[in-house]
């Protein structure tokens, strides 16, 4: 294998290429399978889950994995936080009495700004700042987050 791709680096770069697209494409699923995981839980006399559907979901997230990849990792911040309203708002509490959905209040431009301002203070502290910038990213998110009560069962 070392051979052909020391004889032939134009075919191993476009089979390179295409390798890390099929990899994109496999890690679509995984995706949602491993986040259905973590958010399908009960909490107290509360059950809370995801009220979405595969491919609706999968579609959601290539959408948002080819943005990123078109504007070479530039829009992964913003595309973190439209996956995460997306599957927020997919998000329901449901009791005996009641059902509540989650939400986040999410403002395109200054969120984006905002997480693109701590990612470049990590950068030029060479990681120091990587701790702060984690817990001021997350504080804004979750303070964004809010639960409503959808209706009565």
């Not at 995981?37 to 006399?45: E, F, G, P």
């Not at 995801?50 to 943005?67: A, D, H, P, Q, R």
């Not at 059902?99 to 209040?105: A, L, N």
């Not at 997480?115 to 700042?129: A, D, H, N, R, S």
Request: aromatic share 18%.
């Amino acid at each position: 294998m070392a051979g052909f791709i020391l004889n032939h680096p134009d075919q191993s770069s476009l089979s390179s290429l295409i390798f890390q697209l099929i990899i994109f494409v496999i890690l679509i699923p995984y995706i949602y399978c491993v986040y259905k995981w973590m958010v399908n839980i009960n909490y107290r006399d509360y059950k809370i889950s995801w009220e979405t559907y595969f491919w609706n979901s999968c579609g959601k997230i290539g959408l948002e994995m080819l943005f990123t990849i078109i504007t070479v990792g530039i829009y992964m911040p913003l595309a973190g936080l439209r996956l995460f309203e997306y599957f927020t708002e997919k998000t329901v509490a449901i009791n005996n009495e009641n059902k509540q959905r989650f939400g986040y209040d999410i403002e395109n431009l200054n969120d984006f700004l905002f997480i693109w301002g701590q990612i470049l203070l990590t950068i030029v502290t060479i990681g120091i700042y990587y701790s702060w910038a984690y817990c001021k990213i997350n504080k804004r998110i979750l303070g964004k987050t809010f639960l409503e009560r959808a209706n009565n069962i």
